[in-house]
C-alpha cells in the first residue's frame, strides 16, 4: 500500500504543470501573433481607394468605410456597443456616425473595467489638384490608424481571454475638430464608464527613422503608459519624439477627449515624426506609399503589451502628472 500514498501529490503536481502549460501556451508572445500583410494591404487598399472619396464625414464614401469595418467586426465576433455598431451624432446639418464595436471581459469583476483602443476613419474628402488629381485618399491619415485598430482587435478576439471589457472605437469627424470622440467620450461619461486607459492609433503607416523605439506616444511625461507598455513587451516599442511635446500633440487627436472626461491615461500612439512622410492632407497621401509590413510588425508589437493591460489585477497605468 505504501506505494500509493505518494499519488494524490503526484497527480496534483501533474496537473499543476499542465495548467501551467496551457496557459503559458495561451500567453501571446511576439512570435505567436502574426498579422497578415497582404490582409493588411488589402484593407489598406479599399480604405484609401478613390471610390471612397477621401472619407469626409457624411459622404458616401464614410458610409462605405463604415460598412467595411462593421463586416470586419462582424466576422472576427466582436460584437456592437450600443444596439447596433453605429454610434450617431450631428455636426451642424450633417448626419455623423463613429463604429464601436466590443469584446466583454472573461472576469466577473475586471470586466467591469474598460480599455477604449481607438482611431479616426474620416479624411478631408479633397484636397489642393496635383495632376488633376483632387482626392485626399488619407492613406496614412488615418486608414493606418484604422486598420491597425481592426487587426488589434482581431488579434484579441482570437487569443480570447481579456479579463478588462475592451472597447473599439472608429470616430468620425476628427478632422473637424474631434467631433466624433468629444461626442463618445461625453456619451460613456454619462453612462458612468470604469475607464482603464484610452490607446489612440494616428498616422502608422511608415516605420520612424534612426529612433531606438518603433512608436511615440503624446503626452509621454502625463502617464507611466510608455514606461509599463515597454516592461510588459520587454522591449522598447514606444518612446518620447520632442517634437510632439513641442507641437502639443497630446491635445490635438482623438485621446484628448477622453483624457478631458475622465483624467486618464489617454494617449495616442504614432510613428509619423515630421521627416518620414511628405504627404500630410495631400491628394498624395495613398496606399502605395506606406509600408505594410512596417504596419504589421508594429501591431504584432503592440499586441503583448495591450494583451497585458488588459489582464493585470491590478491597474498599474496610472497618471503622473
Known sequence: MRKYKCFPRFFATFLLLILFQINFAQAPKNNSIEVSVSEIKEDLDFLSSDKLAGRETGSEGIEKAAEYIEAHFKEI???PYFENYRDNFKIEDKDAFNVVGWLEGKDEELKNE?????????H????????????ANGANDNAAGT?????IAEQLSKI???????????????????KGSKHLAEKLKKEDLALYTMINLEMIGVPMKAKDYMAYITGFEKSNLATKFNEYSEKEVLGFLPQAEQMNLFKRSDNYPFYEQFGIPAQTI????????PYY?????????????????????LMPALHQMANTADKEIKMTE
Request: net charge negative; charged share 25%.
Open 281 to 301: 492632407h495631400h491628394v498624395d497621401d495613398e496606399a502605395e506609399f506606406l509600408d505594410t509590413e512596417h504596419m504589421a510588425d508594429l501591431i504584432e508589437n
Open 114 to 122: 474598460f480599455i477604449i483602443i481607438g482611431a479616426h476613419y474620416d
Open 77 to 79: 465576433g466582436v460584437t
Open 147 to 151: 486598420i491597425g485598430v481592426m487587426h
Open 160 to 178: 480570447n481571454d481579456n479579463k478588462r471589457s475592451v472597447i473599439f472605437a472608429l470616430f468620425s469627424g476628427e478632422e473637424m475638430g474631434l
Open 270 to 277: 504614432c510613428t509619423f515624426d515630421f521627416s518620414n512622410y
Open 124 to 135: 478631408i474628402g479633397h484636397g489642393k489638384p496635383v495632376d488633376g488629381d483632387e482626392i
